[in-house]
């Protein structure tokens, strides 16, 4: 049975209702998105028609989800609410904080050492307040989302940006910072700009060597890593019914590659049949009751370009197996000669070190069935292994049943090491190198999501490629990066040529799912008597203080740093070592901005003192200018805060006196992020504007007392010479959200309403 199957009941009793409402109001027919987003209105049914990419709209999600490393930040805003209990089904998930090193065992009990002051905080606080637990090792939050709480038709906000894998189910899941999960714990409405509408009608079937993961892939380099910024993606067609719920599972994790806020795929009997394999055929039975709710009108799908603001056409009869990277998840490559050409004229490395499967993305029962097949070919037919394994399966579930049908003998055998049921290398958790800095040019494929310098290993020069599972398995077999298995032969050991076979898999497990411990620990009834006691000698928790109102008044502040090209929330805030410190606000703000590249000298963590002249690293820079109590501008490029949803990425240059952010687009959830705690996150009116700033210059808001939605916000600038320019800065902000600025943050203006 189902978690918190009376709440989906609910959800579905009024569907009916609101959507044929908002299709009167709308005047049209609807897509799915459309009828989920209208479906959650705070305010109830719908009274008009929301323009898409303008109206900010407030919604009532019906559950929360969060990974250890954001819940720690999350949960110690939820403390400061003024609230006894969750106002929403809720759960928190262990799964960064465990290092991938020597295997799984050794490394969760390292793992439940080295973490358990972390571990037990979040423990006695989800009991406290009524939070679902699940422990170290019972899997990765997405995986154990779509196993267990993801649902048809519903809407669910996560503290990480691939929360948007549960679309797989049809959800409209969305990943957030913690501050906006705060607002839904305690009980408030959740605001977002009402999104635009992308639409990816698929044809055809995949087969043989072709996986759900190439269509993601294939998308990614027709939209970029912002191409669906602000936008919902939808996926209809026959080609949509033909993939298996976790195949769509993974299209819709790597939507979070392109920017889009998330990506669905109506209801059909592939979800149909993973509800009840997942023992939830209560579930399946009550969408069974709306179904037609639970997708989007005919209509739309015959004529998807009067209903969509962008249409893409995908064949996936046509469809070539693909490999993307280095460093961008978009850079879209066919396996093979298209990836060989590539290599020879960039210098990539084609030989390959390592093959990494797993992650939220490709980590379930089908996909390590399917990478199974090829690595039980390997062994049938003597081909030795080039390169090194590893695997992390998705959850307890998924381990325990893999292991049950012989799928991870099969990898053991040819050398794997099965880590964690755990993020892992996919995060920056993997434990490859003692100097990562100074590590060696080379190349690894993985069937991750992202692919950014250093993500994986800490070592800038690890060419990391994105690609399905099973294709993983037979590049890592062949050690080759331009290996096409379509085509390329390999010699075993007796001299002979041979050749895979196409890869094969069960969607579902065919003796079913089996576990022994999930790994879930149930809140209890009453949590008041519960202490939550963090130490002021911890360098793993801090109570959080409140930020004060940085004001109207922002005047002769320095410029920290200008980021040059991509700046990611990997280089804002990195992960890897420095995921122990997520709960210690002023611990982790020593890796603030070290990854980003200074305009200036093209140098990370290096930076001009303008109180000293003197270069030095980016956070000493920061707090020394906050000791003077002068404020500081961070200034960057497009896409500023792409990648992950870690609001640290906002709450570091917060606390460091960071006043306002710059750039020339942002990426949607950091610029959330930053409006939530309290600062100034704006774009240049004319882009060009980026090149006016200079090393020595010094900045004064002129406008900022008339703040309001709307109005652009000027900016004077004195350079060193004494000459000024003066920018127009654009900005997203509603009259609530100004009202964030005025207090200091949202959190601010929470606890000052509960009070009231």
């Known amino acids: 049975m189902a978690f918190d199957i009376e709440m989906i009941k609910e959800v579905y009793a009024r569907m009916t209702e609101r959507v044929d409402t908002a299709r009167k109001v709308v005047g049209k027919p609807l897509t799915l998105a459309e009828k989920i987003l209208y479906n959650h209105l705070w305010d109830g049914k719908a009274t008009e028609a929301f323009k898409r990419g303008v109206d900010y709209v407030n919604f009532a999600p019906d559950r929360i989800a969060c990974q250890d490393a954001t819940a ?108 906006d999960a705060v607002d839904v714990m305690a009980g408030m409405a959740w605001e977002l700009k009402f999104p635009k509408l992308i639409g990816v009608k698929l044809a055809g079937k995949l087969s043989g060597w072709t996986a759900s993961k190439d269509v993601i892939l294939k998308v990614a380099g027709i939209l970029t890593v912002k191409g669906g910024t602000g936008a919902i993606v939808e996926y209809f067609g026959e080609g949509a019914k033909n993939l298996s719920a976790t195949g769509k599972g993974t299209i819709c994790n790597m939507g979070a590659e392109i920017g889009a806020t998330t990506s669905t795929f109506g209801y059909d009997e592939s979800m149909d049949r993973y509800l009840r394999a997942t023992d939830r055929a209560d579930v399946a039975d009550a969408a069974n009751q709306v179904a037609s709710y639970l997708t989007g009108d005919d209509e739309v799908y015959a004529n998807p370009e009067e209903y969509f603001d962008q249409v893409i056409e995908i064949n996936l009869d046509e469809l070539k197996p693909h490999i993307n990277g280095p460093f961008s998840p978009d850079l879209a490559s066919e396996a093979g000669a298209d990836v ?16 990494l499967i797993g992650s939220c993305t490709n980590s379930s029962y089908e996909d390590l069935s399917r990478a199974a097949s090829i690595a039980k070919q390997a062994l049938d037919k003597g081909i030795e292994v080039k390169a090194d394994f590893g695997i992390n399966p998705g959850s307890e579930q998924v381990r325990y049943t893999a292991d049950r049908d012989g799928l991870l003998g099969t990898f053991e055998k040819l050398g794997a090491t099965i880590f964690t049921n755990a993020c892992g290398p996919c995060i920056g958790q993997w434990a490859r190198y003692s100097d990562p800095k100074n590590a060696p040019k080379n190349s690894i494929v993985h069937s991750f999501n992202r692919n950014f310098a250093k993500r994986a290993d800490g070592n800038p020069n690890t060419h990391a490629f994105v690609t399905s599972p099973e294709l993983v398995a037979a590049i890592a077999i062949s050690g080759r990066l331009d290996f ?21 898999g069960d969607e579902l497990p065919t003796k079913g799912f089996a576990v022994e411990d999930a790994g879930y620990q149930s809140p209890v009834e009453d949590g008041s008597g519960i202490e939550i006691a963090v130490s002021l000698e911890s360098d793993r928790l801090q109570l959080l203080e409140p930020f004060k109102p940085l004001g109207s008044d922002i005047k002769d502040a ?3 740093i200008k980021a040059f090209g991509k700046c990611t929330t990997d280089h804002i805030s990195m992960a890897g070592p420095w995921l122990r410190f997520r709960g210690h606000l002023d611990n982790i703000s020593n890796n603030c901005l070290i990854g980003a590249v200074n305009a200036f000298n093209q140098k990370t963590d290096m930076v001009k003192n303008q109180l000293t002249g003197e270069y030095g690293a980016v956070p000493a820079t920061a707090r020394a200018y906050k ?19 870690r609001e640290h990425a906002a709450m570091e240059p917060r606390h460091l006196g960071v006043a306002a952010v710059i750039v020339k687009s942002f990426a949607r959830i950091h610029e959330t992020n930053l409006k939530k705690q309290g600062m100034l996150g704006l774009t240049f009116a004319n882009e060009a504007d980026y090149d006016l700033i200079q090393e020595d210059d010094t900045f004064t808001f002129t406008d900022l007392a008339d703040f309001t939605p709307n109005k652009p916000l000027t900016l004077e600038v004195t350079h060193a010479d004494g000459s000024t320019d003066e920018i127009k800065l654009n900005h997203t902000y509603n009259a609530s959200q100004i009202a964030w600025y005025k207090e200091g943050s949202a959190l601010n203006l929470i606890k000052k309403e509960n009070a009231a």
């Open 72 to 179: 720690q930040m999350a949960l110690l805003q939820f403390m400061q609410a003024g609230k006894t209990k969750v106002a929403v089904p809720t759960t928190v998930h262990c799964d960064h904080l465990i290092q991938a090193k020597e295997g799984a065992a050794k490394d969760l009990q390292f793992a439940n050492k080295t973490s358990a002051e972390v571990f037990d905080f979040l423990s006695s606080v989800s009991n406290k307040y009524g939070i679902g637990f699940w422990k170290p090792g019972a899997g990765i939050i997405h995986q154990v989302v779509l196993e267990n709480y993801a649902f048809p038709g519903g809407m669910m906000i996560g503290t990480d940006s691939h929360t948007v894998n549960a679309g797989g189910l049809g959800m409209v899941a969305i990943g957030v910072g913690g501050a």
């Open 340 to 355: 060989r050409a590539k290599a020879e004229a960039e210098g990539w490395p084609l030989d390959v070190e390592w093959g």
């Open 484 to 504: 096409d298995p379509t085509k390329d032969s390999l010699i075993n050991k007796n001299g002979e040529s041979v050749m895979f076979d196409e890869p094969t």
């Open 558 to 560: 320095k410029l920290l």
């Open 627 to 645: 000791a003077a109590g002068v404020p500081s501008i961070v200034v960057g490029d497009h896409n500023y805060g792409e990648g992950s949803s």
